[in-house]
């Protein structure tokens, strides 16, 4: 069992800026995969953004250009830095890692991030 601990949500002002972070507890060589998914009431979870293990990135049209997402080897944490934040972002944000053997998905307990003036 893979537990992950998120941090960093919270309340923000349009065109401002958050820091989310992931911590797996799982070795970085049996990590697939590590990204961001969020979720509004009533709608699907979507995929914000990801980073398998070859290194190449993957964004949702809405963020790219806004949101970076990056990862820490050494800690098995993967982080999604978020600037211009607009009001339709606000969401409730996971953490979705896939582990290695059998491409498990574990998630995030989520973490409310919104955007309001």
């Known amino acids: 069992q893979v537990q992950l601990v998120e941090s960093g949500g919270g309340l923000v002002q349009p065109g401002g800026s958050l820091r989310l972070s992931c911590a797996a507890s799982a070795s970085i060589f049996s990590i697939a995969a590590m990204g961001w998914y969020r979720q509004t009431p009533g709608k699907q979870r979507e995929l914000v953004a990801a980073?398998?293990?070859?290194?190449?990135?993957n964004y949702a049209d809405s963020v790219k250009g806004r949101f970076t997402i990056s990862r820490d080897n050494a800690k098995s944490t993967v982080y999604l830095q978020m600037n211009s934040l607009k009001s339709e972002d606000t969401a409730v944000y996971y953490c979705?890692?896939?582990?290695?053997?059998?491409?498990?998905?574990?998630w995030g307990q989520g973490t409310q991030v919104t955007v309001s003036s």
């Open positions: 980073m398998p293990s070859g290194g190449f990135t």
């Open positions: 979705n890692v896939i582990v290695r053997p059998g491409n498990i998905n574990y």
